[in-house]
Structure formats: structure tokens, C-alpha cells
């Protein structure tokens, strides 16, 4: 540090450098542990969710005796028909969708029971029920997935090509999230998300939140 002719003390060009390059170092260091945390924080959050939504299909079940939407195993997913917006607008008691109104009601929920409340987004693929659309997204952008059995042999066949818990769950609903890639399993990224480790369907390294584990 050189001092001014006024006396004031000023720092020279070379220890400038050292103080940002010092910074730089920090923020290296600390950067990779900022984004480790906040994964581990959607991905805690996915598996919360997934296993509201899991509660929320038995709960129709319980209450109604069927499934809803599905009369065959069905992935649910997106905009495919049926749609992630017309199994939420179902379960939120929302007549809209698939439960729009017929004769003045609600076509799947007649009773309107509200089986879960998830959080209610307005921009685009942000976390949380897209106020426009009606689709539910993961922490990390993407549809959640949903299976259910429609054909009420209590058997599902996991989606993932390693089958993490078995080819076959015995189980009446199930729920995945695509992780930070958006697609099923890791490796190569859907456009819009980030590469990962592991490998395509497969869920072994991959990002995926799944609700069977």
C-alpha cells in the first residue's frame, strides 16, 4: 500500500490485482457449493411434492372408488392426453379441463373435494402450477410425471431402464421428476436445462426424483 502525498493511504495496482484475484478464488470455491445446495434443495422439495401428489390419487381413490382420468396404466405427463393439467384441476377441485362441468358438474370430481393445494406460479415453467396452463412443474422446470394404474391390478412398470426398486412396483400410483436435465434419467440435456452425469432412462447418477424410493 502506497500513501498519498495528502497522507491517505491508496493501494497499488499490483495489490488490486492480488484482492481480486483473491475474490475470484473465493467465489470458485464457493460457487460449485451454491449450486450443490440448491439442488439438494429442489430435489428435497420434488420429493415433498411427489409424495403430496401420491396421497392426494389414493385420497380420490378412497373417496370415489376409482382412479382419476385413467382406464388403463397411464403416464401422465405435460399435454398429453390426460393431461398433468387435467389430473391437477381434478384433484384442486378446478372445473376446468377434464373437469370441466357437464350438466352443471364437475366431470371427475363431482363432490369437489380438494385433495391437495399445490402453489400456484404465473411465470411459465417456475415451480408450481402455471396459473395459465393448469401444469404442475418440478423445482427444476419440467412436468411432473405421474402413473397411475388403471387397470387396478396394482402393478406398474418403472419407467426407468436400470428399474431402480424392480421392473415391476406393486403400487397403484407413482411419481417422477426429470431432474436438471429434463429428460428421464441423465446424460445429454433436454433444450433449456443442464447435462448431468449417468445415463439416458437410466436413473442410477441421474438428477431424477422419484417417489418409490
Do not use: C
Not at 475474490?23 to 464457493?30: C, K, R, S, T, Y
Not at 402455471?130 to 397411475?148: A, E, H, K, R
Not at 447435462?195 to 439416458?200: F, L, M, R, V, Y
Request: aromatic fraction near 10%; glycine fraction near 10%.
Amino acid at each position: 500500500m502506497r500513501r498519498s502525498p495528502d497522507g491517505r493511504h491508496g493501494f497499488t495496482l499490483m495489490e488490486l490485482l492480488i484482492v481480486i484475484a483473491m475474490i475470484a478464488i473465493l467465489i470458485g470455491i464457493g460457487y460449485p457449493t451454491f449450486i450443490s445446495i440448491l439442488e439438494k434443495a429442489r430435489k428435497t422439495q420434488a420429493a415433498n411434492e411427489e409424495q403430496q401428489i401420491v396421497a392426494a390419487v389414493n385420497g380420490f381413490y378412497t373417496d370415489y372408488g376409482k382412479y382419476p382420468l385413467v382406464t388403463a396404466d397411464t403416464i401422465i405427463a405435460g399435454s398429453t392426453t390426460p393431461s398433468n393439467a387435467d389430473l391437477f384441476y381434478s384433484l384442486r377441485a378446478v372445473a376446468l379441463g377434464a373437469n370441466a362441468p357437464v350438466n352443471g358438474i364437475p366431470a371427475v370430481n363431482p363432490r369437489a373435494i380438494v385433495f391437495i393445494q399445490p402453489p400456484i406460479s404465473k411465470t411459465g415453467t417456475k415451480a408450481g402450477i402455471n396459473s395459465t396452463t393448469g401444469i404442475w412443474y418440478d423445482p427444476f422446470g419440467s412436468p411432473y410425471n405421474v402413473m397411475i394404474d388403471g387397470s387396478y391390478d396394482n402393478q406398474l412398470t418403472n419407467p426407468y431402464t436400470d428399474a431402480p426398486s424392480g421392473t415391476t412396483l406393486y403400487l397403484g400410483v407413482i411419481v417422477w421428476s426429470f431432474g436438471k436435465n429434463g429428460r428421464l434419467g441423465g446424460g445429454a440435456p433436454a433444450a433449456g436445462f443442464t447435462s448431468e452425469n449417468g445415463t439416458a432412462n437410466n436413473f442410477t447418477n441421474s438428477s431424477d426424483v422419484i417417489s418409490w424410493q
